[in-house]
């Protein structure tokens, strides 16, 4: 388990005075256009922060109503991003690498509103059975690897862990279709031989289910990597300035105490992933960066550019230009 290096009591007082400091900038009432958000969100620790500033009312100190709509089983960061274009969401927590994929493809035209997590040790791994014969990396050549979506950040992350331990992707198989609820059941039936996941599921997994962790992919070039962030239409955010802007100020203080509140993360799982107290107590966290670092971000690009997962003509493609600085 990782412990972060920061000085949580101080950070915690430097907040609660924040908070108590009424009238400045960033505690008055903006006059919002919309009152009632619909968040569709990935049931996973990189929402902690929408989890926290939802628990902890700060949306409402802003004058909004959210609600937050896990995506089901079956569902993607794609199918969130359809119920944004049919008006079913507002704001999506999904993965950049699809949010990428459909601004370069013109489907979808986004803006990335603010960061969710980026990768710290443990977060998202590849699991197997346990007692599996696979006990390391270069025995999966020629094996079936699972992730919850195609061409998604499962996928970028296992090509380039296969990749710096000499496989090429094309070497292994993909099942694109296993969800994280699926995969203690397709390892122990052996239809998968490793399986793409993320926290609170790995925990639960190794818990509940024996399974254990072949390979941590915070490490090589995916060290610190962006996972997941927050998104609207560009005609969402047009059209509704002061509700985008009152959601980003209550969102940015969730990801400051999620990030400096380890208590603080473990009641906001136990709360809205249900996941139970024992096993929230090792959960490995990810980072909550605040706002929208977009040289970090570009890191996406430089992957899906390296891994295939975006033409070579997308090569100058920045993505400041989603994000909206």
């Known amino acids: 388990m990782r412990f972060r290096n920061v000085g949580v009591a101080l950070a915690a007082a430097i907040m609660m005075l924040a908070a108590g400091c009424s009238g400045g900038p960033g505690n008055t009432p903006l006059n919002v256009e919309k009152t009632d958000i619909v968040v569709d969100a990935f049931p996973a620790?990189?929402?902690?922060?929408?989890?926290?500033?939802?628990?902890?009312?700060?949306?409402?100190?802003?004058?909004?109503?959210?609600?937050?709509?896990?995506?089901?089983?079956?569902?993607?960061?794609?199918?969130?991003?359809?119920?944004?274009?049919?008006?079913?969401?507002?704001?999506?927590?999904?993965?950049y690498v699809t949010y990428i994929d459909n601004e370069l493809a013109g489907t979808a035209k986004l803006r990335i509103i603010a960061e969710a997590s980026f990768l710290q040790p443990n977060v998202l791994t590849l699991l197997v059975k346990g007692g599996s014969p696979i006990?390391?990396?270069?025995?999966?050549?020629?094996?079936?690897?699972?992730?919850?979506?195609?061409?998604?950040i499962g996928t970028l992350l296992v090509d380039s862990l296969l990749v710096e331990h000499g496989i090429l992707p094309d070497q292994?198989?993909?099942?694109?279709?296993?969800?994280?609820?699926?995969?203690?059941?397709?390892?122990?039936?052996n239809t998968i031989n490793a399986a793409f996941a993320p926290?609170?599921?790995v925990s639960l997994y190794e818990e509940k289910a024996g399974l254990e962790e072949l390979a941590d992919l915070d490490q090589g070039s995916t060290?610190?990597?962006?996972?997941?962030?927050?998104?609207?239409?560009?005609?969402?955010?047009?059209?509704?300035?002061?509700?985008?802007?009152?959601?980003?100020?209550?969102?940015?203080?969730?990801?400051?105490?999620?990030?400096?509140?380890?208590?603080?993360?473990?009641?906001?799982?136990?709360?809205?992933?249900?996941?139970?107290?024992?096993?929230?107590?090792?959960?490995?966290?990810?980072?909550?960066p605040a706002g929208v670092d977009a040289v970090r971000l570009q890191r996406v690009v430089s992957a899906m550019l390296r891994f295939g997962l975006l033409p070579p003509k997308d090569q100058s493609f920045k993505v400041q230009a989603m994000t909206g600085g």
Do not use: C
Not at 69 to 95: F, K, M, N
Not at 172 to 189: E, H, K, M, Y
Not at 262 to 276: C, D
């Open 223 to 288: 060290t610190d990597f962006p996972i997941q962030g927050y998104a609207v239409t560009q005609a969402w955010a047009a059209k509704y300035p002061n509700t985008l802007k009152a959601f980003t100020r209550a969102l940015s203080q969730g990801q400051q105490i999620a990030d400096t509140d380890r208590a603080a993360v473990e009641l906001a799982v136990e709360k809205y992933l249900q996941v139970p107290a024992s096993t929230a107590a090792f959960i490995s966290l990810p980072s909550f």
């Open 172 to 189: 292994v198989r993909f099942n694109n279709g296993v969800a994280f609820l699926a995969v203690a059941q397709n390892l122990d039936s």
């Open 199 to 201: 926290e609170p599921f």
């Open 45 to 95: 620790i990189d929402s902690a922060g929408l989890y926290i500033a939802q628990m902890d009312g700060l949306f409402a100190d802003q004058g909004l109503h959210v609600t937050i709509e896990p995506i089901q089983a079956t569902q993607t960061t794609q199918t969130e991003i359809d119920g944004q274009l049919s008006g079913t969401y507002d704001i999506t927590a999904g993965d």
């Open 135 to 152: 006990g390391s990396i270069d025995q999966l050549k020629h094996k079936v690897i699972s992730v919850n979506a195609p061409d998604d």
